[in-house]
C-alpha cells in the first residue's frame, strides 16, 4: 500500500521542541519534494517546509524560519521536521505530502501525488 505516515506530534509547552516524522511505505521518497503543512482550528491550511528531491535544499515559512529544520533519511525512508522553540500559534494538525518535482518553488500551491494522515501538535502551557 502506497502511503505516508505521520508520527511525532502531542502536547508540548511553549519552548519545547518536537521532532516530527514522515516515513513512507511503498514508494521511495528519494525522488519526490516533500511538503510540510499544518492546519489550525478555524484557519486554512498554510505551508510550513519543503525539502526538495534535486539537492535537499530547503524552504521555510518566514514564521518558522529559524526555528523549524526538515531533513530527509533516505536510508529510512523518511523526512523529519525538527520544531524547536514552539509557541502556541504552532498549533494544528501537520501533515506531510510527496510530490514528484525536482525543486520546492511553488511547493505551498503545487499538487501532490501522497499525503498523510496528520498528526496533532498543541502548544500550551
Known amino acids: 500500500q502506497l502511503q505516508l505516515v505521520e508520527s511525532g506530534g502531542g502536547l508540548v509547552q511553549p519552548g519545547g521542541s518536537l521532532r516530527l516524522s514522515c516515513a513512507a511505505s511503498g514508494f521511495t521518497l528519494d525522488y519526490y519534494a516533500i511538503g510540510w503543512f499544518r492546519q489550525a482550528p478555524g484557519k486554512e491550511r498554510e505551508g510550513v517546509s519543503c525539502?526538495?528531491?534535486?539537492?535537499?535544499?530547503?524552504v521555510y515559512a518566514d514564521s518558522v524560519k529559524g526555528r523549524f529544520t526538515i531533513a530527509r533519511d533516505n536510508a529510512k525512508n523518511t523526512v523529519y521536521l525538527q520544531m524547536n522553540s514552539l509557541k502556541p500559534e504552532d498549533t494544528g494538525v501537520y501533515l506531510c505530502?510527496?510530490?514528484?518535482?525536482?525543486?520546492?518553488?511553488?511547493?505551498?500551491?503545487?499538487?501532490?501525488?501522497?499525503w498523510g494522515q496528520g498528526t496533532p501538535v498543541t502548544v500550551s502551557s
Open positions: 525539502i526538495s528531491s534535486e539537492d535537499d535544499s530547503t
Open positions: 505530502a510527496a510530490g514528484q518535482y525536482s525543486d520546492c518553488s511553488g511547493y505551498r500551491d503545487m499538487g501532490y501525488d501522497y
